[in-house]
């Protein structure tokens, strides 16, 4: 397996999800090394909900403070909706958005979300796991992707 080829089988799943690489590169270097990769596609793809959320809250936080701020679900809520440009004020609707889902999952009320605010929440409602964004692939390309990765295993030895 070649590094295009790689680059190809990530792009899969990457096409929906543009937060993946965060996700991935767990040493915060700006590059993924092979454990990372192996070990964030066993989360994808057989990963529990305790290992998504995991993964998920990370990716979310975007600074790696270990909390969920306002201001970066105003971030990642701007970059995953769609641009709609009939609307005066998109940024109005969007800090809306943030109140609404702060409410509904900060259950300690301090105005930001820890792991556990968030793990409750996702308990409660499985559709808040990716709250502030897609960040796990839907199961159409996990399905393309697992169909050529593991069409011939031997291919990863020479990663
Ligand atoms: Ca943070
Ligand atoms: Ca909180």
Redesign the pocket.
Known sequence: MNRKKLQKLTDTLTKNCKHLFRGFDKDNDGCVNVSEWISGLSVFLRGTLEEKMKYCFEVFDLNGDG?ISKEEMFHMLKNSLLKQPSEEDPDEGIKDLVEITLKKM?????????FS?YEQAVREETLLLEAFGPCLPDPKSEMEFEAQVFKDPNEFNDI
Do not use: A, E, P, T
């Open positions: 909390f900060d259950h300690d009320h301090d105005g930001k979300l820890s605010d």
